[in-house]
Nanobody, 119 residues
Framework: QVQLVESGGGLVQPGGSLRLSCAAS????????MGWFRQPPGKERDLVAT????????YYADSVKGRFTIVRANAKNTVYLQMNSLKPEDTAVYSC????????????WGQGTQVTVSS
């Protein structure tokens, strides 16, 4: 029911900022919890942040807490990931995902966008 397309990735220097966008299409976008994941080169995919359908209850991985902010704008069918104070270890492919309320797993995934933090 949801299609996701990420954008905003690119090259940024350490300490810089970047905002990722996840554009969603579907009739029931607001009925989904949203999450951002990332997969560094040669490593497993990890959860970065999640946000509930209501916009509350945001969760952040310890590695990004205080630096990243997840925000959703339901009127625009968009979820953002604001990334500040970027570090080289933040380099990864970032993907957004949608999970229907009441489901335990994220059902819909975007194709991902590359974020590279130079050193």
């Amino acid at each position: 029911q949801v299609q996701l397309v990420e954008s905003g990735g690119g090259l940024v220097q350490p300490g810089g900022s970047l905002r990722l966008s996840c554009a969603a299409s579907g009739r029931t976008f607001s009925s989904y919890d949203m999450g951002w994941f990332r997969q560094p080169p040669g490593k497993e995919r990890d959860l970065v942040a999640t946000i509930r359908w209501s916009g509350g209850g945001a969760y952040y991985a310890d590695s990004v807490k205080g630096r990243f902010t997840i925000v959703r704008a339901n009127a625009k069918n968009t979820v953002y990931l604001q990334m500040n104070s970027l570090k080289p270890e933040d380099t990864a492919v970032y993907s957004c995902a949608a999970k229907a309320v009441g489901k335990n797993e994220y059902e819909y995934w975007g194709q991902g966008t590359q974020v590279t933090v130079s050193s």
